[in-house]
């Protein structure tokens, strides 16, 4: 079964203008970490931004917020103020504590920033 | 390093030869694991160390995927026999073992079987 669903094969948005990239999560593990990654055109994924099951606030990081929404099971990416540069596959990973250490990723969503 | 460094950046190769590709994770980190990034997917878990042992293994997709740590740095990816179907660009990352565990990933080794 797919651990990590994100439906959204591509996006567009405006330069300057905020996006969401949906992400949703299948476990039964109480103790779970989420995280999303960028990977540019050329290939290296740059990890963004960290969520834990038991943290009571949103995790943000300058232009990166993530909405955790636990009992809907979604841990959806908002960028802020889009860049060029912000043009990417953007995945959605989990880890479950109780399962080891090994990160499942979705598919991934494609940003396209446009002036 | 300052960087997961991995390498080759490409590589290719015939059916039925045998490769390696090589992994040299952060200075320092304890973790590392290989994922494989077919095209249009996610990455895709191979497997996991802890220092010099395999730790979960469980992603390797059949006996002719082989890796070894064994100083507990450099690792190395051994594919037997290769198949047109383990053409993918076969990505490493490394960990510490505190907090989070983020993954620090390396620009990946590109494999295409011919």
Known sequence: ?115 | GAGVSQTPSNKVTEKGKYVELRCDPISGHTALYWYRQSLGQGPEFLIYFQGTGAADDSGLPNDRFFAVRPEGSVSTLKIQRTERGDSAVYLCASSSVSGANVLTFGAGSRLTVL
Do not use: H
């Open chain 1, 1 to 115: 079964a797919q651990k990590i669903t994100q439906t959204q094969p591509g996006m567009f948005v405006q330069e300057k203008e905020a996006v969401t990239l949906d992400c949703t999560y299948d476990t039964s593990d109480p103790s779970y970490g989420l995280f999303w990654y960028k990977q540019p055109s050329s290939g290296e994924m740059i990890f963004l931004i960290y969520q834990g099951s038991y943290d009571q606030q949103n995790a943000t990081e300058g232009r990166y917020s993530l909405n955790f929404q636990k009992a809907r099971k979604s841990a959806n990416l908002v960028i802020s103020a889009s860049q060029l540069g912000d043009s990417a596959m953007y995945f959605c990973a989990m880890r479950e504590w109780d399962s080891g250490y090994a990160l499942n990723f979705g598919k991934g969503t494609s940003l396209l920033v446009t002036p």
